[in-house]
C-alpha cells in the first residue's frame, strides 16, 4: 500500500484544514487507516483512527471533539478534518495503513509521507 498525504498548509488559530491521503492499490477497504502528527522535537503522535468499514472511530485524548477522521473506501482515500486549532497543533502530519487496528495505534506498517499544518497564533 502506497500513501500520499495532502492538505496540509498554513491556517489561523481558531481555524479549520482537512486532509486526504490517498492509498494505491485495489486492498484499501481490508485495511484501518490512521493519522498520527510528530511537532518539532517532539515523539511521534497517534492522532485519529478508523477501521476498515469506516463503522469505528477513535481519537488520541488532544484532539478528541475537534478532529474527524472518515473515509471513502470507493475513492480508496481516508480524510482527517481538523477543526478549532490551536498552535499546539502544529506538527507534520503522516497518514498510517495496517489490517490490525490495533497495530495501527503503535506500528502500522505502511506510511505516508508527512504534510505540515501550521497554526498561527
Known amino acids: 500500500v502506497q500513501l500520499q498525504a495532502s492538505g496540509g498548509g498554513l491556517v489561523q488559530a481558531g481555524g479549520s484544514l482537512r486532509l486526504s491521503c490517498a492509498a494505491s492499490?485495489?486492498?484499501?477497504?481490508?485495511?484501518?487507516m490512521g493519522w498520527f502528527r510528530q511537532a518539532p522535537g517532539k515523539e511521534r503522535d497517534f492522532v485519529a483512527g478508523?477501521?476498515?468499514?469506516?463503522?469505528?472511530?477513535y481519537y488520541g485524548g488532544s484532539v478528541k471533539g475537534r478532529f474527524t477522521i472518515s473515509r471513502d473506501n470507493a475513492k480508496n482515500t481516508v480524510y482527517l478534518q481538523m477543526n478549532s486549532l490551536n498552535p499546539a497543533d502544529t506538527a507534520v502530519y503522516y497518514c498510517?495503513?495496517?489490517?490490525?487496528?490495533?497495530?495501527?495505534?503503535?506500528?502500522?506498517?505502511?506510511w505516508g509521507q508527512g504534510t505540515l499544518v501550521t497554526v498561527s497564533s
Open positions: 498510517a495503513a495496517d489490517r490490525n487496528p490495533i497495530v495501527l495505534r503503535t506500528a502500522p506498517d505502511y
Open positions: 492499490g485495489r486492498t484499501f477497504s481490508s485495511y484501518a
Open positions: 478508523i477501521s476498515s468499514s469506516g463503522n469505528s472511530t
